[in-house]
């Protein structure tokens, strides 16, 4: 569209106008490489620099501090109990995630019906599978993709989320490291990143918090004891 | 119909030039000052501090000297950085377009809604959208855009701009929100309760379900954009904003210029100072950052992503003495801890943005002529400054302002010849000390022995309400030199 | 309070000239702050004269955005405290003026940019000057009284004034200090907003004296007698019976007067 182009020369423009007189333009190109390239950390609080188990407890007390629930579980194989545990008798619908993990797990054939893929309005509760989670804040990382539809992430009244214990990090910035380790190709990013820090919630009406606005008005978090293991199809 | 006050502004009526008149009756605003009071203790003030307080001593400090170095070298290097982030949101499969104003880019998005032959478009919070009036130009073009955000939608319905950047609707009672949701939602059944939040919420839930799932295009902001990834990340508490962006087949992020940061170890930096100075958490429930439209093997998320970019003056405001108001990360906290937001609210300012960052960035945007008010509703004090994450000197840009209005003439006649009278006076101390000195005895004998006078002619803005103490009845000057003879 | 200070800075400046600039508010309203500060400057050691070419630090035109006026009035001040050591003022918003703003005020002029720079760096709010550098003490000095302590606005943000006036006060016999909520929040005041946006300035005003009252203190003290001003103003119209006084009076002895705003203004000299 050329009316595009030239109000996007108009803006750089201005743009320039305003910047030359700094230094030049191939100053910043090389500036702003070499800074991106770099990637260099800000502070980081000592609550994102715990290890070990001091790491576990802290993510654990901060999703409980923001109103998620924890559910320690010991093996892959405990998951469709405590999913059914956690969904109670009201929830006749549940979406897994098209995630190996779930897939190959043992569903009980009812009285929930359980279906695989995106998620529909009717749906009562969505489990998914958590890439990472980080300790300083209780956030869970949750990458887009074919194992992981976002949109169970925020439609289904409850949602379960399936964490290792060994896919704990620290801090915000360790979890971008290991996006960007496990993509190694162009393209470094999934459609979406969800950082998920509690249930939803909203302050709009007299500044008083109320859970479950437009998302899950439960976030449950099945915290599996040790490493992620992708179980083939 | 509409139940809004006559004198509220729209993003294309401001009514900046009436502030005096406007806090008037914010002042005598009930509902208003109830909603106002809960600031500071119980409310943002309160849960700003605690945040702050979790962290360690001095942390949350050296964060924000990084995240006010993160928007200066953004802000220093903007052309390069955006260019880096549109080639990296292209390659993603998403479209950038840029928008030098308001009116561009409402054109842009309509023409979006209409390629993709929308009726309903929902819409997250984003102010930039209030900037540009989208919602009006939608509607008057067809489509039924739908605030999703519970403030926002509450104000849609009251057919009422929002009054603060954070919190929408803050400035109404429950009752209000009660009235007004018994007034659209037909199918609301007149016996149910619905007086307590809780029930408010589920009520709207319930309503704004089914937009969500109807809707052929979602709109929503962009807190911030990654120039490393071409990502870029809304922060939520409800999960609106992804319900918005992941279920229609469309998705148009509306953002500006000055959004840039170079990296995501930025994003990260700027993201723990955000929230804790905004609503007082360590971050919100939902960040999310998005990159481009569903991947083809994805099972949901939108098949098409528009990144519409507005300048609307920012570009030209790059290289003047407000340049530094470009840090701004939209937290509120300025607004949160101002004296003078405190007492009249969001809409006595009489335009999108409120408060002291709102008086620095309105008249930039709406002109001075309109605005001029704005910078002189401020007493100055200083503490916008001193909460801002990025550490912009608010009180010197108001400053700034009110040499660019004094100099344009809008100080009225009675202050400039009586500042020029002042400065003549006070530039000559024989002369000054000789008025001081027959002005303070002719003072002394007209306010007697009581100790104040109740009324004094042109300062009954002061003396209105407050007693003017008296003068003790000599000067300093005169009394010093009879004493040291 | 007779210890713990910095004493070796406090011999460094004995019999030193130190140079009062007694603000315009101060001259013209109460004399009285401005004799409290110089005993205070001389029961510490220094020797106090007040240039009198002094006039105003030029703040109600550099807020009005009249920076020639502002400028001009300036001038008239670098002028007149040239080549003293330091320059004392018992007032926040008029030193913050000079040490915050006279840079930035000159910045395009090369003749009166080093002078106005030069003055900056000599000028102190008094009890900044009392405790930071020349580390006096308050003693013999008694108040009857409980006290609330308002932070003015430029003083606590400009040049960071938050604990010298607390530990001076600590000193005076008899005096108790009680916490107001909110103590570091605007009075209200802000010079001419006061008289341009009365209602407003009234409003913030009522909540500060709101907290006042709500401590239950006999005495408001502060260190500007503008927000002092204020706060009494609004004290007598809501008739509430606070005594105002500016710190130096207090920290001086010399309460002998009536507070700020009450009856009987006359000088009991």
């Known amino acids: 569209m050329s009316l595009n182009k030239n109000m996007r020369s108009t803006i750089f423009k201005n743009i320039s106008a305003a910047l030359d007189a700094q230094g030049s333009k191939a100053a910043r190109e090389q500036h702003a490489s070499a800074r991106i390239n770099a990637r260099v950390r800000g502070p980081i609080p000592n609550r994102g620099q715990k290890t070990g188990a001091a790491l576990v407890d802290e993510f654990i007390s901060e999703v409980i501090r923001v109103n998620g629930e924890i559910i320690n579980l010991k093996s892959v194989a405990e998951i469709p109990a405590a999913v059914m545990t956690a969904a109670g008798q009201n929830a006749p619908h549940i979406r897994i995630a098209p995630h190996p993990i779930l897939n190959a797990a043992n569903w009980p054939a009812g009285p929930a019906e359980i279906n695989s893929g995106p998620a529909d309005p009717d749906d009562d509760v969505g489990v998914s599978i958590a890439e990472m989670g980080v300790g300083e804040t209780g956030t869970l990382v949750l990458l887009s993709g074919p194992g992981s539809p976002v949109t169970i992430n925020f439609l289904p009244d409850v949602h379960i989320v399936v964490l290792f214990s060994e896919d704990i990090v620290p801090t915000y910035e360790d979890a971008w490291d290991r996006i960007r380790k496990d993509n190694s190709g162009v393209s470094v990013m999934p459609r979406t990143v969800n950082w998920i820090t509690g249930p939803s919630r909203t302050a709009d009406i007299e500044q008083s918090i109320l859970l479950g606005a437009h998302g899950p008005r439960r976030l449950v978090i099945l915290l599996i004891d040790g490493k992620k293991t992708h179980t083939p199809d | 119909m509409s139940h809004k006050k006559a004198n509220l502004f729209t993003y294309d009526h401001p009514t900046c030039h009436n502030f005096s008149a406007n806090a008037h009756e914010a002042l005598l605003d009930k509902n208003l000052q109830t909603q106002l009071s809960r600031i500071t203790r119980e409310g943002f003030q309160q849960k700003r501090f605690d945040a702050i307080h979790r962290l360690d001593e001095g942390e949350f400090d050296l964060l924000r000297d990084r995240a006010q170095e993160i928007k200066t070298d953004a802000l220093a290097n903007l052309d390069v950085y955006l260019e880096r982030f549109e080639q990296n949101v292209t390659a993603a499969g998403g479209k950038v377009h840029w928008a030098a104003s308001a009116n561009d880019a409402r054109e842009i998005i309509l023409k979006i809604c ?305 500042l020029r009278l002042w400065s003549f006076v006070a530039s000559r101390p024989k002369l000054y000390h000789a008025i001081a000195s027959f002005k303070v005895r002719a003072w002394k004998i007209i306010s007697g022995k009581r100790g104040y006078i109740s009324y004094v002619p042109f300062i009954g803005g002061w003396t209105n309400t407050r007693d003017m103490p008296s003068p003790q009845g000599k000067t300093f000057m005169d009394l010093w030199k009879q004493k040291n003879k | 309070m007779t210890n713990q200070t910095s004493p070796h800075k406090k011999t460094n400046l004995k019999n030193k000239t130190v140079a009062l600039f007694a603000t315009c508010l101060v001259d013209v309203m109460r004399p009285n702050i401005g004799f409290a500060a110089a005993k205070l400057l001389t029961d510490a050691g220094v020797h106090v004269v007040v240039p009198e070419g002094q006039t105003c630090c030029g703040q109600p035109a550099l807020n009005s955005g009249a920076l020639d006026d502002a400028r001009k009035v300036a001038r008239t001040l670098i002028d007149a405290f040239a080549g003293y050591d330091y320059v004392i003022v018992p007032s926040g918003s008029c030193a913050g003026t000079v040490v915050a703003h006279y840079s930035e005020l000159f910045k395009d002029d090369k003749k009166w940019k080093p002078a106005a720079d030069d003055l900056a760096a000599r000028t102190f709010e008094l009890t900044t000057f009392l405790v930071d550098i020349m580390g006096a003490d308050i003693a013999d000095v008694s108040y009857d009284g409980v006290a609330t302590y308002h932070d003015s606005c430029s003083g606590l943000r400009e040049l960071g004034i938050k604990d010298q006036p607390r530990k001076l006060l600590g000193g005076v016999r008899g005096l108790e200090l009680t916490e107001m909520q909110e103590a570091d929040v605007c009075c209200g005041f802000g010079g001419l907003f006061s008289i341009k946006l009365g209602e407003i300035s009234t409003a913030i005003v009522d909540k500060k004296t709101d907290n006042i009252i709500a401590t239950s203190a006999d005495t408001l003290l502060g260190g500007d007698l503008g927000c002092l001003m204020n706060m009494s103003g609004r004290l007598s119209r809501r008739g509430k019976n606070v005594k105002v006084y500016h710190i130096a009076e207090v920290l001086a002895g010399m309460t002998n007067i009536p507070p700020i705003g009450g009856p009987d203004g006359e000088d009991k000299k």
Not at chain 2, 232 to 253: F, K
């Open chain 2, 114 to 418: 209409q390629d993709a032959n929308a009726k309903t478009v929902t819409k997250g919070k984003s102010m930039v959208s209030e900037e540009i009036g989208l919602n009006q130009y939608l509607e008057q073009n067809g489509m039924r855009p739908v605030e999703t955000d519970l403030g926002e939608y509450i104000l849609q319905l009251r057919d009422e701009p929002p009054s603060h950047i954070i919190a929408p609707a803050f400035h109404l009672a429950k009752s209000e929100v009660e009235d007004v949701f018994r007034r659209h939602h037909g199918d609301l059944d007149p016996a149910r309760d619905i007086s307590q939040p809780a029930q408010l919420l589920n009520e709207a839930r319930q309503v704004l379900r089914g937009d969500f799932i109807s809707a052929d295009v979602g709109i929503t902001g962009a807190n911030m954009l990654v120039a490393e990834t071409g990502t870029a990340l809304i922060v939520t508490n409800e999960g609106n904003g992804d319900l918005t962006q992941s279920l229609p087949p469309v998705h148009i992020a509306l953002s500006s210029i000055e959004k840039i940061v170079p990296t995501l170890e930025d994003a990260s930096t700027l993201l723990r100072v955000l929230a804790r100075s905004a609503t007082g958490q360590d971050v919100t429930v939902y960040t999310t950052f998005f990159t481009g439209p569903a991947r083809p093997a994805d099972l949901d998320g939108p098949k098409e992503f528009h990144l519409v970019l507005l300048d609307n003056g920012r570009s030209k405001t790059l290289g003047s003495e407000f340049s530094e108001a470009l840090r701004c990360i939209r937290c509120g906290a300025c607004m949160n801890h101002c004296p003078v937001f405190g007492s009249v609210g969001g809409h006595a300012y009489g335009w999108v943005y409120p408060g002291p960052i709102g008086s620095v960035l309105t008249p930039l945007m709406v002109g001075i002529d309109e605005a001029h008010t704005l910078p002189d509703a401020s007493t100055l004090c200083g503490r916008c400054q001193a909460v801002c994450p990025v550490r912009i000197p608010l009180p010197e840009l108001l400053r700034r302002h009110r040499v660019k209005s004094f100099t344009a003439g809008k100080a009225g006649w009675l202050t400039r010849v009586g």
